[in-house]
């Protein structure tokens, strides 16, 4: 759509600088007092004038990211792309601001709805006061095409269920966790638990270390119950589930043994 847009306004800005040309190269003096050169005078003038100012406005508004900037959705391209995980790897500004916020260019590796990574590149507007959420190992649900990975737009959309769905389908994956914890999760009940005792077992999967935790776990009607949990953790939420610290986790009544911890993915 963007592409169209450039391409309808180049050939309009084309025919307007033609016709300025055309009416110079042919124009008849009216009269033999008349200076030379008056044909590329006139209102003519302001043809090309026009012309560059078009182009440049929709080159302009029609930049990656910068229609996202003003509707807050992906662009027709991309709005219905696959959903992948991207996971930063660096960032710079561009140097182009929209009401002084800065357009920045992200560097992802981005694991696909079925797998396979591929390095891709995305362009966005971020408020300023966002700027310092944005760091290397920050994952975002981005979107795709899978004939085309070396552009992608982080997602707009709102549609939380499918970046956890793709989230979901990743950690499986990697065996990070499996659909019954999943499950357990979903139709579990949420409460709150104690961490009493940390041990690191030692496996290392995907980069995530194996930790078996001690809790006590509050139960809807304030008792308690201990167990013992084992989970892969990424390095940097190792330090959200130290001795002392209390955790939103999910149970099924009927099996308080299996007991699945909630921690955000960008902790």
Aim: charged share 20%.
């Amino acid at each position: 759509m963007m592409k169209k847009i450039r391409l309808v306004a180049s050939a309009l800005a084309a025919l307007m600088v033609g016709y300025y040309v055309y009416h110079a190269v042919t124009y008849v003096p009216t009269s033999e007092y008349e200076p030379p050169g008056m044909g590329w005078l006139g209102f003519e003038m302001a043809l090309p004038i026009l012309a560059s100012t078009l182009i440049v406005l929709v080159f302009a508004f029609t930049g990656e990211g910068i229609v996202a900037a003003f509707t807050g959705h992906n662009s027709a391209g991309f709005r219905d792309g696959l959903t992948g995980l991207g996971t930063v790897e660096s960032f710079a500004q561009t140097g182009l601001t929209l009401n002084d916020q800065p357009q920045i260019r992200i560097e992802f590796r981005v694991e696909g709805a079925d797998g396979k990574f591929f390095h891709s590149s995305a362009k966005i507007i971020v408020p300023l006061t966002q700027l310092a959420l944005l760091r290397p190992g920050v994952v975002l649900p981005v979107r795709y095409l899978p004939e085309r990975t070396d552009k992608v737009e982080v997602d707009l959309s709102g549609d939380a269920s499918a970046a956890q769905r793709a989230m979901n389908e990743s950690l499986i994956r990697k065996g990070i966790t499996t659909q019954h914890k999943l499950d357990i999760a979903e139709r579990g009940i949420a409460t709150q638990a104690v961490v009493r005792s940390l041990s690191v077992t030692g496996t290392i999967r995907d980069g995530h270390s194996e930790v078996e935790l001690g809790l006590v776990v509050t139960r809807p009607d304030g008792s308690a119950f201990a167990t013992r949990v084992t989970k892969f953790l990424a390095p940097d939420s190792v330090g959200q589930v130290q001795v002392g610290r209390v955790l939103r986790v999910h149970y099924l009544p009927e099996n308080e043994s299996e007991v699945v911890i909630a921690l955000p993915v960008n902790a």
